[in-house]
């Protein structure tokens, strides 16, 4: 099956100027978990300058389980175009720093898709979204973060032939909880 056949470019393209756009408040919390997974354990207050690269933690997208496509990621078609290559990656960008972002703030982040553009390499098709992200702290431009996606042609074996990728079997959202003497807490407190 020919995907290129598949890419509408111009149905795509009706996505570039699409927006979306969410707020929340830049806790000391977030901060603090921030730090521990880069490997530190380092208070955080408000009014204080956030760490760089914070940003990517705040204000972001929210779907359910029956909202996720294969790849963990919000399905396509909503903010990001339905682009049908089954392969979406990181593909580069740039962060300009422009304020710091302040703990206890409201920051907000706008995100709109800027540029759609397929091209053919040697690993096959690509189409690349470009998505400018702006983060702003009570009015004032803080963070501004372009960022490339790239859908890919599904990977070849080794005598170029595309590998088909299987889609997973429909699955019911569950989840399983297991009481025990740390995480049990009834109705009139803990009791241990």
């Given amino acids: 099956k020919d995907l290129f056949m598949d890419l509408d470019i111009d149905h795509l393209r009706g996505w570039i100027g699409k927006e979306e756009c969410r707020s929340e408040v830049l806790s000391p919390a977030l901060v603090e978990r921030f730090y521990a997974t880069l490997g530190s354990l380092k208070p ?30 919000p399905m396509r078609g909503g903010f990001l175009p339905p682009v049908p290559l089954p392969r979406r990656m990181w593909a580069g960008g740039k962060i300009d720093f422009k304020a710091p972002l302040l703990i206890g703030s409201q920051i907000t982040r706008r995100s709109t898709i800027t540029d759609i553009e397929v091209k053919s390499g040697r690993s096959g098709m690509l189409c690349f979204v ?45 989840s399983a909880f297991h009481p025990n003497a740390h995480n049990s807490v009834s109705l009139f407190g803990n009791h241990l």
């Fill in 130 to 174: 470009t998505v400018m992200h702006e983060y702003s702290r009570e009015g004032q431009p803080c963070v501004r973060e372009r960022q490339d996606i790239v859908y890919r042609d599904p990977p070849a074996d080794e005598n170029g032939v595309p590998v088909t990728l299987e889609e997973p079997a429909p699955r019911k959202p569950s």
């Fill in 44 to 73: 955080a207050s408000e009014g204080e300058e956030a760490p760089l690269m914070v940003h990517f933690c705040l204000a972001q997208p929210v779907a359910g389980l029956d909202r996720l496509g294969p790849d963990g990621h």
